[in-house]
């Protein structure tokens, strides 16, 4: 599976953008997916992920009620809408994929990955 992220921006301090990952490969529909983030000078974190037909989906603590991740399988593309963003949620955002019926929330446990789109929001 390959992925391409996009729809990363310079965006003001209570705005919005809306990420994209598209998957490419056979099996791409039945790949859990993930998107985690990484800021300068800090370890890569989870931020949401959905398992494969979207009737499981986890954040994490620091973005529930504001980002919201779906899927669109006959695309193969996996979103995060965000809302309501704050500096702090700054970083390079990657998705990532892992052939499994589960959901994961674990940077380890995903096999593939895409290159990242940065997401800056200004104070």
């Known amino acids: 599976v390959q992925l391409q992220a996009s729809g990363g921006g310079l965006v003001q301090f209570g705005g919005s953008l809306r990420l994209s990952c598209a998957a490419s490969?056979?099996?791409?529909?039945?790949?859990?997916l993930g998107w985690f983030r990484q800021a300068p000078g800090k370890e890569r974190e989870f931020v949401a992920a959905?398992?494969?037909?979207?009737?499981?989906?986890f954040y994490s603590d620091s973005v529930k009620g504001r980002f919201t991740i779906s899927r669109d399988n006959a695309k193969n593309t996996v979103y995060l809408q965000m809302i309501s963003l704050r500096p702090e949620d700054t970083a390079v955002y990657y998705c990532?994929?892992?052939?499994?019926?589960?959901?994961?929330?674990?940077?380890?446990?995903?096999?593939?990955w895409g290159q990242g789109t940065l997401v800056t929001v200004s104070s």
């Open positions: 990532a994929a892992q052939y499994t019926i589960r959901v994961i929330t674990t940077v380890g446990l995903y096999d593939y």
């Open positions: 490969g056979r099996t791409a529909s039945r790949h859990a």
């Open positions: 959905i398992n494969w037909n979207g009737d499981s989906i």
